[in-house]
């Protein structure tokens, strides 16, 4: 038996080790499993691109597709929506478009919405204090200035409402 080049694995064996067996040829079947290699690093299932990621070997060698993204941030790219698509040409076209590009299961902004919701009922200075931004003290001395005015202005209505109804 003649083999010209050095095997690595069990396919580039094929049937030969399988045919050692059936035939109860101890010989062949010792010299054949004694060319295989036992680093796993020469099998050709483990031979991918040193410079990918895990993630990206896996979906490259099980030909998975790209996974839908779970979040989609509206502040800093246009949402997909497909929804569009649904209403003037079917369902058909919508599950095409969604094959092509998947929509986000869930369409926010840039926090959570428990948080978007707290900050929505926080003053000025708060919402900078939390985005670690120094607040502009012109800014917000001019709107203590007007809210200071504000409040004058409904002390002297509930004030003169008052002042009227007695007399």
């Known amino acids: 038996m003649q083999i010209e080049s050095p095997l690595v694995n069990e396919l580039q064996l094929g049937n030969r080790l399988n045919d050692a067996v059936e035939h109860h ?30 993630d990206e070997k896996l979906y490259k060698q099980l030909h998975i ?4 993204a779970l979040v989609c ?5 246009q949402a997909i929506n497909h929804a569009g698509d649904f209403y003037e040409s079917g369902l058909s076209q919508f599950h095409l478009q969604q094959a092509l590009k998947p929509e986000a299961v869930v369409t926010r902004g840039k926090y959570d919405e428990d948080l978007q ?13 939390h985005q670690q931004l120094v607040p502009d003290t012109s800014a917000l001395a001019q709107n203590e200035f007007l809210e200071q005015l504000t409040i004058q202005r409904k002390m002297s209505e509930t004030l003169a409402s008052q002042l009227y109804a007695v007399a």
């Open 65 to 68: 597709p790209k996974p839908q």
């Open 73 to 77: 941030d509206i502040s800093q790219q």
């Open 25 to 54: 040829r101890r010989g062949e079947f010792a010299l054949l499993l004694s060319m295989l290699s036992n680093d796993a690093c020469d099998m050709s299932q483990f031979q991918v691109d040193k410079n990918l990621s895990i």
């Open 117 to 129: 919701i707290t900050l929505a009922n926080c003053d000025l200075l708060t919402k900078l204090k």
